[in-house]
């Protein structure tokens, strides 16, 4: 039998990519705190500015902005121009752009594009009698135990849905917010936690649309670190 090719590579250590997925956020607010400092003019209107969001994201040139200098970390070493943004703090998540347009973005459209490779995968190494998915019910369940099971070695916790292309996923343990804690108090914690949602929002939206299918996926803490995503479609199963 034919070793499968994805099968002989080194797999990250879970540990690692915890890691990774917790500085998205951090890294997501410092880029746009960059791109919007060098930004020629700042328009007045908000409708203006929230329309011109996903432009700046997809048309900047990020390489002008940043420097290839090998410069040496220290822990007195700014990281941005964000105040008191130095190693091992967390004053960047007190970034007035933590909601903001321009960082949830980013954000989602990390997930979404992480989504549309990670379910072309995923069914690469469990198609083997050559059956592809079509059932809309199949494909949610598919999100709940292949796609969670890579990402977080877990799977969804239940899965709800009306039979009219609205469908409810539950993770009584979120793993990417369940060791946040702010030492400002629990509703601190809540409220820098909302922003990570968005990363796994856009990795079931690129799931899905992957298999053709477009979405609104949305997410809320309902008692942390317990998390609902809610997922519109307009299939009818």
């Known amino acids: 039998m034919t070793q499968d090719i994805l099968d002989s590579q080194t797999y990250v ?15 997501s607010i410092r880029v746009s705190h960059k791109l919007l400092d060098s930004s020629p003019s700042t328009s007045t209107s908000t409708a203006a500015s929230t329309a011109s969001t996903t432009t700046k994201i997809t048309s900047t040139n990020t390489s002008s902005l940043f420097t290839d200098k090998d410069e040496p970390t220290t822990l007195d070493h700014q990281l941005s121009s964000i105040p008191k943004d130095l190693p091992g703090t967390v004053h960047v998540l007190d970034s007035s752009l933590l909601n903001n347009d321009e960082v949830t973005l980013r954000i989602e459209s990390y997930g979404y594009n992480l989504g549309i490779k990670l379910a072309e995968i995923l069914l690469y190494k469990s198609n083997n009698n050559g059956t592809k998915i079509v059932d809309i019910l199949d494909i949610m369940k598919f999100v709940c135990r292949d ?5 977080y070695n877990k799977q ?14 539950v993770d ?10 702010s030492a400002k108090g629990i509703n601190d ?7 990570y949602l968005w990363l ?10 992957n298999f053709g299918i477009e979405s609104n996926v949305t997410a809320e803490i309902t008692q942390f670190p317990a998390v609902t995503f809610n997922i519109h479609t307009s299939i009818n199963n």
């Not at 796609?147 to 990402?151: A, H, I, N, P």
């Not at 990417?176 to 804690?181: A, E, F, P, V």
């Not at 796994?200 to 649309?209: K, N, T, V």
């Open 13 to 27: 250590s879970s540990s690692s990519l915890y890691y990774l997925l917790q500085e998205l956020v951090p890294t």
């Open 147 to 151: 796609v969670w099971k890579c990402l």
């Open 156 to 169: 969804m916790d239940n899965l709800r849905t009306n039979h009219r292309g609205t469908f409810v996923l």
């Open 172 to 181: 009584s343990n979120y793993k990417l917010i369940s060791n946040l804690n």
């Open 189 to 195: 914690t809540l409220s820098k936690s909302k922003v």
């Open 200 to 209: 796994p929002c856009g990795i079931i939206r690129g799931i899905l649309s």
